[in-house]
């Protein structure tokens, strides 16, 4: 699980360890990362924390190996972390562009690489990437191209390892959030300020909360969901129907 040390992350690590997986918590703060592990090993799960940046391939690569190492296999793979960068599409730089892409989709992308390689000799394996919304719509009013098309990529990065690994028997899914009360929200100068408009245009007429995602990522996870392959699965209060 990466960006698992907080936020939409940690709910998923949480969801999982309460069904009874063994959790590797991935995250670019080795104090996060370590502050979760604890709370799930508390819980009485079995949890490891890794420090690792989700953007580059040798920290990818050594996660996967870590993960293996400890826990003998790796039957779910679920690729959480992301950025969101704010800024209107003239003005924004390709610095910006890069800095997105490089964890929101080329991330994710070698993370499916080396998890499937591990997944492909089990016969097995279910690989969950975190999309957004903003696949589906342009969420508005705010300003943010690069996110937007890092995560419409995801889902179509998604459908295609779903066609191309089937018969392999894994199974590679996306989850797209609404908008959900997280740091990256509630932190964010750009964006904390457009709530009550947000929530104007939510049929459900709240925020999304980390706990509306658990039940998606634990079914994603699961053998009940061994029929579903390239799906992306919004949770987003009705949000993209308006
Ligand atoms: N919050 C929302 O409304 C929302 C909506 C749709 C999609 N999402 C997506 O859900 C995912 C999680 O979002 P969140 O709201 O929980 O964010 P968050 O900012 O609250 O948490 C993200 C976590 O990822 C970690 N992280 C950041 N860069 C990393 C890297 N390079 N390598 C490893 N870890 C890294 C951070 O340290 C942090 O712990 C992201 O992919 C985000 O795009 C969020």
């Known amino acids: 699980m990466t960006g698992a040390g907080q936020g939409i992350g940690r709910a998923f690590a ?20 370590d502050e ?4 799930l090993r508390e819980k009485g799960a079995e949890a490891i924390s890794i420090q690792a940046d989700a953007a580059d391939e040798s920290s990818v690569e050594s996660f996967v190996r870590t993960t293996v190492q400890a826990f003998g296999r790796l039957d779910i793979a ?10 209107a599409a003239e003005e924004a730089t390709l610095e910006e562009w890069d800095m ?12 499916c690489q080396h ?5 492909f000799p089990q016969g097995y394996g279910k690989i969950i990437n975190t999309a957004s919304m903003a696949s589906m719509i342009v969420p508005h009013p705010q300003k943010q191209v690069s996110y937007n098309v890092s995560k419409g990529a995801v889902v179509s990065l998604t459908r295609t390892l779903a066609a191309e ?19 990256l929200i509630e932190e964010s100068e750009a964006l904390a300020p457009l709530v009550d408009e947000w929530v104007s245009n939510i049929p459900a007429g709240r925020l999304g909360e980390v706990g509306d995602l658990q039940g998606a990522v634990v079914y994603l996870a699961s053998e009940v969901s061994d ?3 390239g799906h992306n699965l919004a949770i987003e209060g009705g949000q993209t129907l308006w």
């Open 78 to 87: 679920v690729n959480n972390a992301g950025i969101n960068l704010n800024s």
């Open 165 to 183: 690994w089937a018969d392999r028997g894994i199974r590679v899914n996306c989850i797209s959030p609404g908008i959900i009360r997280t740091a």
């Open 227 to 229: 029929y579903m392959t």
């Open 115 to 119: 998890e499937a390689k591990v997944m």
């Open 14 to 33: 949480h969801a999982l360890a309460e069904a009874g997986a063994k959790v590797a918590v991935i995250d670019l703060s080795a104090d996060r990362a």
């Open 36 to 39: 979760v592990a604890r709370e």
């Open 100 to 111: 997105v892409h490089n964890l929101n989709l080329r991330g994710v992308f070698i993370a």
